[in-house]
């Protein structure tokens, strides 16, 4: 494969000799493990950890590969990549995750060397998307574009993706160990949920820190991270995660799976504990060999340059007139356009949840399609969002009409980003071999509830999250509804959580009740949202109504009284 | 009484198969052999010969019933392997069959 690059402007890490070289050696030893395997060189029990740690799955249907998107940044010549191994390789279609990520589900193991060599020729691999390691690194799909923003977490996302890649301390954790960063305080990076959660800001003089949050996690026993340093300074932001890393280490049990995310040490085995060794391992660590050199800071910080933004008034009139002039359109910009730092410009989500579609699949023909749209209108750069969306950060305000109407015309301009529509699903047992239950079917029974446009808006701000088992790779502690299929004797029920929240302030759900069977548990959705919509009082979020009445009213709505 | 089909996935592309009334592997889940209890076990154990062999991973038996001479899954999770995804018809097994069909 022929090398490409990023185009000037869009805000992605350029690979340099090294990590190319890295990365062609990385594909050459795959091939071979893949050659040895076949020809029974190899058996599964030796092969499975190395394709593990290349992102290969072994699901349902065939092998399914997970590709990192670093943060969730793709410059347009790497979707376009990835269009190209969905048409070539897989069905035409993949699968975005809440991790940023990209899944394909179709995948021939025989094939995996050449999609390999196909990825790195756009700077792409599926390095550390499995297995006990520090997996990608996950941060705001609007950093560098919201006006709210203090420090843009590209940068230190991309040096923690440095760090962390073949760690030779860090690939054999405990367990996997997940990282998310953000650098506004408003957070949308669901930082408490992550074993390590980065809050980045700036002190009264100007200097760049981190807030740091340790041992959130979802899963089976659900945790909020707790903060254990309010204040890490840049140059100690390396030291100071390896000194967390190394305690967890030493210290995460690895006797027991369900026991061995970092939360547990955190939040089980004394936060102050874990505290008191994390500083004598970062006092002990500090110095030369850890600290974060300015000068790499500022040659990361260029790959993230703004784009040459033109000098543009705050006020467009074209979108202000095709606002007035289209009902279609105004609805769109009102759920997918939000404000931009820059001037006469916005950031645009590209919702990937049509009603009673695939939560998160995009076909290769979109991915092209959104591709050409950001070279256009977005200096050739799109943001997977966790929520599995995507966003064009930089859009100018004039282009927001001609933008909508190509979206539109390629099945991308449903108007329901942060609506209750816009839910999130894991693959669930459609795909995932450790499912217990469907998460898709229920989630297209629930947005065709909800399909009616007024409605959704009159809802307002309602997150429903769902996941298929308790691993909750659909978010379900978080949403303000949330769902857990489980398994009862081989037929799937479907169990619901109210109130759970992913900000800085954020909640885990609380059940409601037994489980119900999947057309039940729409119905029950929909009687919690009609109880809401009764109970509310002017300016209340679900959220807000719930903390004021209780859990008590929704649960005599679906149980009765007790 | 209680049937069990043998399944695995192969090697080379990851494909579903069943284990056949040949001890061959077949591809559509209709076809499959259906043991009681006792001869569920020695296939199984004839059926991790073809893992030996890499020819196919991940063996394990799971719950069927015979209908009109076709071998069917009693529980979900077999029901989508062998179908292929309940949301969209035209990829996975499912798809297969319409072709043939067409």
Redesign the interface.
């Given at each position: 494969m022929t090398y490409l690059a990023p185009k000037r402007h869009a805000g992605v890490y350029r690979y340099d000799e090294i990590d190319r070289q890295f990365l062609n050696e990385r594909v050459a030893e795959y091939r071979g493990q893949v050659a040895r395997?076949?020809?029974?060189a190899l058996t599964?029990d030796e092969f499975k950890p190395l394709r593990l740690m290349n992102g290969l799955y072994?699901?349902?249907?065939?092998?399914m590969l997970r590709i990192a998107i670093p943060y969730g940044a793709l410059a347009t010549h790497q979707l376009r990549g990835l269009a190209r191994i969905g048409r070539r390789w897989d069905?035409s279609y993949g699968h975005f995750t809440t991790r940023q990520n990209l899944q394909f589900h179709?995948?021939?193991?025989?094939d995996t060397p050449e999609i390999m060599a196909e990825l790195a020729a756009i700077d792409m691999h599926a390095i550390q998307t499995s297995g006990n390691c520090i997996r990608n690194v996950t941060t705001d799909q609007f950093a560098g574009a919201a006006p709210d923003e203090v420090v843009d977490p590209r940068v230190y996302a991309e040096i923690l993706r440095q760090w962390s890649t073949i760690h030779p301390e860090f690939t054999y954790l405990p367990r996997k160990f997940k990282i998310a960063i953000t650098g506004s305080a408003n957070d949308r990076a669901a930082i408490r949920v992550h074993d390590v959660g980065l809050l980045a800001k700036r002190n009264e003089a100007g200097e760049i820190g981190f807030a740091v949050y340790v041992g959130g996690g979802l899963g089976r026993t659900p945790y909020l991270g707790a903060k254990v340093s309010d204040w890490v300074g840049e140059q100690d932001l390396i030291a100071y995660l390896e000194a967390i890393l190394r305690v967890y280490n030493q210290f995460g049990r690895r006797d027991n799976l369900y026991k061995a995310r970092i939360k547990i040490l955190v939040h089980q085995g004394g936060k102050q504990k874990f505290i008191d060794n994390v500083e004598a391992e970062f006092a002990r660590i500090r110095g030369p060999k850890y600290r974060l050199d300015p000068a790499i800071v500022e040659a990361i910080e260029r790959n993230f340059a703004p784009p040459p933004f033109e000098e543009l008034p705050p006020f467009s009139e074209a979108f202000d007139r095709a606002k007035r002039e289209d009902a279609a359109f105004a609805v769109w910009a009102r759920n997918s356009v939000r404000d931009h730092r820059a001037p006469g410009y916005a950031s645009v989500t590209i919702s990937l949840k049509p009603i009673g579609g695939?939560t998160g699949d995009i076909t290769s023909d979109q991915m092209d399609i959104v591709a050409d749209l950001a070279d256009r209108y977005s200096f050739g750069e799109v943001r997977v969002t966790h929520e599995q969306n995507l966003v064009l950060a930089h859009v100018r305000q004039d282009d927001l009409f001609d933008l909508w109407k190509a979206l539109d015309a390629a099945g991308l301009g449903t108007p329901n980003a942060g609506l209750i529509t816009d839910l999130i699903t894991c693959p669930g047992?459609?795909?995932c071999s450790l499912?217990n239950?469907?998460s898709?079917?229920i989630g297209?029974e629930i947005q065709k509830r909800f399909a009616d446009q007024q409605r959704q808006h009159d809802i307002g701000d309602l997150k429903i999250k769902m996941s298929g088992c308790i691993n909750a790779c659909g978010h379900h502690h978080l949403g303000a509804i949330g769902i857990l299929g489980v398994?009862k004797k081989?037929?799937?029920f479907y169990q619901i959580t109210l109130g759970g929240n992913a900000e800085l302030d954020g909640a885990i759900g609380d059940i409601v009740g037994a489980a119900l069977p999947p057309d039940e548990a729409v119905d029950a959705v929909e009687s919690i949202v009609d109880l809401y919509l009764e109970r509310r009082q002017p300016g209340e979020r679900f959220l807000d109504t719930l903390a004021r009445i209780g859990m008590g009213p929704f649960k005599e709505k679906l149980y009765g009284a007790a | 009484m209680e049937l069990k089909a043998i399944t695995a996935?192969r090697?080379?592309?990851?494909?579903?198969v069943w284990l056949g009334p040949q001890g061959d592997w077949v591809e559509r889940v209709e076809l499959a052999a259906a043991f009681d209890d006792v001869a569920a076990k020695a296939a199984l154990a004839d059926a991790e010969r073809s893992?030996t062999?890499?020819v196919v991973?991940?063996v394990y038996a799971f719950?069927v019933e015979v209908v009109d001479g076709a071998t069917k899954p009693?529980?979900?999770?077999e029901r989508?392997?062998a179908q292929?995804?309940?949301?969209?018809t035209d990829?996975?097994k499912q798809a297969d069959a319409l072709d043939r069909a067409a």
């Open positions: 395997r076949l020809s029974g599964e072994l699901q349902l249907h065939a092998y069905k179709w995948i021939r193991l025989e695939v047992l459609d795909y499912a239950a469907r898709i079917p297209q398994d081989g037929e799937e | 996935n090697l080379r592309d990851g494909a579903v893992v062999a890499n991973v991940g719950e009693l529980r979900q999770r989508i392997r292929g995804p309940s949301i969209r990829v996975g």
